[in-house]
């Protein structure tokens, strides 16, 4: 797999741009002009402005500072942003649909699972697209031979290695260097250094073994543990978040609180003038960021409206969030149908409401505690055919403000401008989920 991004994406780029081997593009109508190239490079760096570091690292204009893209940025860029940055470029749109069909495969062999059935697609889609490459770059001309490296015949198999070995995570070139990076402190002889590492090696499987027989992963750990963050709060009530500075104590204003009034509505059942009343009694703050911390890697999500960004941060604002709908709003006779959606938007307010007493219309026995996120929706434009199933949504303008459960938050999303004020969604905690290596101790 490691050769995808360092050989083939390249090859398919440097075809692109009239730099592979001295061809021309022959019969075919591949190649970019200069200026839209130079286009999609200077978005493809501008994009690492709205697209989340919890996503990776930055890719750098890969016209001007091609050298110094590495594989990992490659696979960012091609399984990400390429789709969105080349849409409508080439003359010929075949030569798109063609890069897409690429993605999508390689979206199946990223999988962590991977059936029978997509085994024998992955075979079958990697012959056609192999078959296809020939017919609109080498052109089955001897002249042209040059467009066929071996790397291009290599994707015939990785079904079969697929079927052999298991998913390419499993055994693909970022983790195992990862892994290496991490065995190299353990090299302590010049002399016997292949010895030292296999010491190293073995000690280290040992104290894994240890940790997990006897369950003291916290008391062996090699590693400090992580501090509390200071000024962050944590509720019994929301064990899956915890709240991050800044935190203002100022009371919303009443429009803020109108929203606020109304989500408790829902949720309680209670009248708006209920809920009205019982608010002016409670504890509001509003808090600068929340995390997820119900998974290894929780997201960061931070409100706009709360805090200072630095010149140089990365917007981690848009989110993805879950709301249940009723199927039959439009239908006033009709019971209502529950059904739950998926949204995009801006995370605009985190809100923590705090009723230090019981209340008896909000059907309150106890103190407790709610904590509310504001998102600004987007309003999606009808999924684009060519990009069905990579989790790439459009949208040009923002809708509705929905106050839900900070519960409902799912993860961040990216954001790649397209054309004027129409941006790309990308969300990674699809299809595009990719697999890590954390190292021993962070793996519990």
Same mark, same amino acid.
């Given at each position: 797999?490691?050769?995808?991004?360092?050989?083939?994406?390249?090859?398919?780029?440097?075809?692109?741009?009239?730099?592979?081997?001295? *061809?021309?593009?022959?019969?075919?109508?591949?190649?970019?002009?200069?200026?839209?190239?130079?286009?999609?490079?200077?978005?493809? #760096?501008?994009?690492?402005?709205?697209?989340?570091?919890?996503?990776?690292?930055?890719?750098?204009?890969?016209?001007?500072?091609?050298?110094?893209?590495?594989?990992?940025?490659?696979?960012?860029?091609?399984?990400?942003?390429?789709?969105?940055?080349?849409?409508?470029?080439?003359?010929?749109?075949?030569?798109?649909?063609?890069?897409?069909?690429?993605?999508?495969?390689?979206?199946?062999?990223?999988?962590?699972?991977? #059936?029978?059935?997509?085994?024998?697609?992955?075979?079958?889609?990697?012959?056609?697209?192999?078959?296809?490459?020939?017919?609109?770059?080498?052109?089955? %001309?001897?002249?042209?031979?040059?467009?066929?490296?071996?790397?291009?015949?290599?994707?015939?198999?990785?079904?079969?290695?697929?079927?052999?070995?298991?998913?390419?995570?499993?055994?693909?070139?970022?983790?195992?260097?990862?892994?290496?990076?991490?065995?190299?402190?353990?090299?302590?002889?010049?002399?016997?250094?292949?010895?030292?590492? %296999?010491?190293?090696?073995?000690?280290?499987?040992?104290?894994? @073994?240890?940790?997990?027989?006897?369950?003291?992963?916290?008391?062996?750990?090699?590693?400090?543990?992580?501090?509390?963050?200071?000024?962050? *709060?944590?509720?019994?009530?929301?064990?899956?978040?915890? *709240?991050?500075?800044?935190?203002?104590?100022?009371?919303?204003?009443?429009?803020?609180?109108?929203?606020?009034?109304?989500?408790?509505?829902?949720? #309680?059942?209670?009248?708006?003038?209920?809920?009205?009343?019982?608010?002016?009694?409670? %504890?509001?703050?509003?808090?600068?960021?929340?995390?997820?911390?119900?998974?290894?890697?929780?997201?960061?999500?931070?409100?706009?409206?709360?805090?200072?960004?630095?010149? %140089?941060?990365?917007?981690?604002?848009?989110?993805?969030?879950?709301?249940?709908?009723?199927? @039959?709003?439009?239908?006033?006779?009709?019971?209502?149908?529950?059904?739950?959606?998926?949204?995009?938007?801006?995370?605009?307010?985190?809100?923590?409401?705090?009723?230090?007493?019981?209340?008896?219309?909000?059907?309150?026995?106890?103190?407790?505690?709610?904590?509310?996120?504001?998102?600004?929706?987007?309003?999606?434009?009808?999924?684009?055919?060519?990009?069905?199933?990579?989790?790439?949504?459009?949208?040009?303008?923002?809708?509705?403000?929905?106050?839900?459960?900070?519960?409902?938050?799912?993860? *961040?999303?990216?954001?790649?401008?397209?054309?004027?004020?129409?941006?790309?969604?990308?969300?990674?905690?699809?299809?595009?989920?990719?697999?890590?290596?954390?190292?021993?101790?962070?793996?519990?």
């Amino acid at each position: 797999m490691h050769l995808i991004w360092e050989n083939l994406i390249k090859n398919l780029i440097l075809l692109w741009t009239g730099e592979f081997k001295g *061809l021309d593009e022959g019969d075919g109508q591949y190649e970019l002009a200069k200026a839209i190239w130079e286009a999609i490079a200077s978005r493809t #760096s501008a994009a690492g402005d709205t697209i989340p570091s919890a996503y990776g690292s930055r890719v750098p204009n890969i016209a001007k500072d091609r050298p110094n893209v590495s594989a990992e940025m490659w696979s960012f860029w091609a399984l990400y942003l390429g789709p969105v940055l080349l849409r409508c470029k080439f003359n010929n749109a075949k030569y798109y649909h063609h890069f897409i069909d690429l993605v999508r495969l390689l979206n199946l062999c990223l999988q962590f699972e991977i #059936s029978d059935e997509e085994i024998e697609q992955i075979r079958t889609g990697f012959i056609d697209w192999v078959r296809q490459y020939e017919e609109m770059y080498f052109q089955f %001309d001897v002249e042209r031979l040059s467009a066929c490296p071996l790397t291009i015949h290599a994707l015939l198999h990785i079904a079969p290695g697929i079927k052999f070995s298991g998913p390419v995570w499993c055994y693909w070139a970022f983790p195992m260097e990862r892994y290496c990076g991490s065995i190299q402190p353990g090299i302590r002889s010049r002399r016997f250094p292949w010895a030292s590492m %296999d010491r190293y090696v073995l000690e280290n499987a040992q104290l894994t @073994q240890i940790k997990t027989v006897y369950n003291v992963f916290d008391e062996l750990s090699l590693t400090e543990p992580r501090s509390e963050i200071p000024g962050s *709060l944590t509720d019994p009530m929301y064990p899956s978040c915890i *709240l991050l500075p800044p935190r203002s104590s100022a009371r919303p204003d009443d429009a803020q609180i109108k929203t606020i009034a109304a989500a408790l509505s829902t949720r #309680s059942g209670a009248v708006m003038r209920d809920v009205t009343n019982a608010l002016k009694k409670a %504890d509001i703050e509003e808090w600068g960021k929340v995390r997820r911390i119900d998974s290894e890697e929780g997201d960061t999500m931070r409100s706009c409206s709360l805090g200072t960004m630095a010149e %140089d941060s990365r917007d981690a604002t848009y989110v993805r969030y879950e709301m249940l709908v009723d199927k @039959q709003a439009r239908f006033k006779r009709r019971a209502a149908e529950f059904e739950l959606q998926t949204f995009y938007g801006q995370l605009t307010h985190i809100y923590r409401v705090h009723f230090p007493n019981p209340c008896k219309p909000l059907k309150i026995q106890q103190p407790t505690t709610y904590i509310f996120a504001a998102v600004r929706a987007c309003v999606l434009d009808p999924d684009d055919a060519q990009l069905r199933g990579l989790d790439i949504h459009f949208y040009s303008r923002h809708g509705h403000l929905d106050v839900i459960d900070i519960t409902s938050l799912q993860a *961040l999303v990216g954001r790649v401008q397209d054309t004027g004020d129409r941006w790309a969604i990308i969300d990674r905690s699809g299809v595009l989920a990719r697999a890590e290596w954390l190292g021993e101790d962070d793996d519990e």
